[in-house]
């Protein structure tokens, strides 16, 4: 049975909690489609391929994590925005987006998620620049060789990360960030992580990574962001009974 798009934006404001977060886009609802929600597809991104996919099998609803209206973009629907926003729009498809509400939540986000497929069962937040503490720090159950950490990730994500630090140590005490948060490396060396994984790098992210001797791991923006949005696709599948499709369009990134 389907459920109304009312009761479904209720159920995830409620669970992920957009409110608490001073965020870069507007999360929830960007665009609105027909009333009521029998097939969610989810993905990453709302790219058109996305949003292709969601028409071929006649969803009512997408969920991403990486939506529209980012700040300080041209607000001009022209080109490609405009073609995005014209196929959901044709197809009454709503578009529903949240970044940092499902990046920081303890249970379905991305990186609880990511966490638990690097084998770390529970772990504290990890804050920079008095932020609301999007990243996680922890540690493996034993000391680990990097090389397998690396293996780790290599098998999770199917790429290989790129990896700044020696290549002969061992390791316990991990910090993590999925997505473009390499700006928290320093807030990893600051509470004692041997380890800061992320999806990117920057250039001083490796001069920073040498000097202050912890090991940098980049697994990729999109390899890193996979997990949270499926979590809670079939979180809200179970709850209301509705069908959900992940879609994963393949980002080298």
């Known amino acids: 049975m389907p459920t109304t798009l009312t009761e479904l934006l209720s159920h995830l404001d409620k669970q992920l909690q957009p409110g608490r977060f001073r965020d870069y886009c507007p999360n929830g609802l960007q665009v609105q489609g027909r ?27 997408i969920l991403v994590h990486h939506g529209y209206f ?65 990243g996680n ?22 790429r290989q990360p790129l990896h700044i630090g020696p290549v002969d ?4 005490r991990i910090a993590w960030c999925t997505g473009a948060a390499q700006g928290y490396i320093e807030a990893a060396v600051a509470a004692g992580a041997q380890v800061f994984i992320t999806g990117e790098a920057s250039e001083q992210t ?23 949005v499926q979590a809670v696709g079939e979180d809200v599948a179970r709850q209301f009974g509705i069908e959900h499709h992940f879609v994963d369009i393949d980002n080298p990134v």
């Not at 009333?35 to 609803?61: F, H, K, N, W, Y």
């Not at 980012?70 to 995005?84: A, I, L, N, Q, Y």
């Not at 090389?147 to 199917?158: N, R």
């Not at 940098?216 to 997990?227: D, I, K, Q, S, V």
């Open 35 to 61: 009333p009521e929600v029998a097939r969610l597809v989810t993905g990453v991104t709302a790219c058109q391929a996305l949003i292709d996919a969601a028409i071929s099998v006649e969803a009512d609803a």
């Open 169 to 172: 140590a061992s390791v316990q």
């Open 70 to 134: 980012w700040r300080g973009e041209d607000p001009c629907v022209t080109g490609m925005k405009r073609r995005r926003l014209a196929a959901l729009l044709t197809n009454d498809i709503s578009l529903i987006a949240y970044h940092l509400p499902l990046d920081a939540h303890p249970a379905l986000g991305n990186n609880a998620c990511f966490g638990r497929l690097l084998g770390i069962e529970s772990s504290d937040l990890l804050a920079a620049d008095n932020d609301e503490g999007v």
């Open 206 to 228: 490796v001069h920073i990574a040498r000097e202050e001797g912890i090991h940098f791991l980049a697994a990729g923006h999109h390899a890193t962001e996979r997990y949270g």
């Open 137 to 158: 720090i922890g540690s493996l159950p034993e000391a680990t060789p990097i090389s397998a950490l690396i293996d780790t990730l290599a098998t999770t994500t199917g």
